[in-house]
């Protein structure tokens, strides 16, 4: 008449984690985030390297065109229609969300009729300012088809630039 339930014991069917157990995990957990991180930045800044050379070939190629329409290049700082053209002056698809800032001027010491000079600036006002790249700062190309990165040829910079 009477049924007696037998209480098991806490231990014997417990389900759940210990805190140890959820310590250990979490701790590995955090170890492998703190190794994938710098894999990741240095992804990023890569891809964001590509961006710029890419940007800067686009922009490169509307200057051509102007050229063969003017006979002469047009130098530029940020978003300016005053040539009547919309030159590329962010590398990717809209200037907030772009690591580098386009700008053209002269060649060193040649006027804008012989040769111009395309830079991507990485971060800035106009552009994600909070974008940063130590190892090769200034991008740059030139009509003459010279490329440079942390302010020296391209054949000798670092080679995460290229």
């Known amino acids: 008449m009477f049924q007696q339930h037998r209480l098991s014991s806490p231990t ?23 190794s994938a991180y710098p ?12 961006e710029a050379h890419t940007a800067l070939l686009r922009a490169m190629q509307q200057q051509e065109r102007y050229y063969t329409q003017t ?15 919309n030159f590329i002056w962010f590398s990717g698809e809209n200037a907030r969300s772009s690591a580098y800032q386009i700008s053209a001027a002269p060649c060193a010491n040649q006027a804008l009729v012989q040769c111009v000079t395309l830079s991507a600036r990485p971060g800035g006002s106009l552009v994600d300012e909070h974008y940063t790249d130590e190892v090769c700062g200034v991008l740059s190309l030139n009509s003459r088809g010279e490329r440079r990165a942390a302010g020296q040829p391209l054949s000798e910079a670092p080679d995460v630039c290229h």
Do not use: C, Q, W
């Open 39 to 50: 894999s990741y930045r240095s992804a990023v800044r890569k891809s964001k390297r590509t």
């Open 71 to 85: 006979n002469r290049y047009a130098a530029y700082d940020g978003p300016s229609t005053a040539t009547g053209h």
């Open 12 to 34: 014997s069917h417990s389900r759940g984690f210990t805190l140890i157990e959820l310590m250990i995990v979490l701790g590995i957990i955090g170890i492998l985030a703190l």
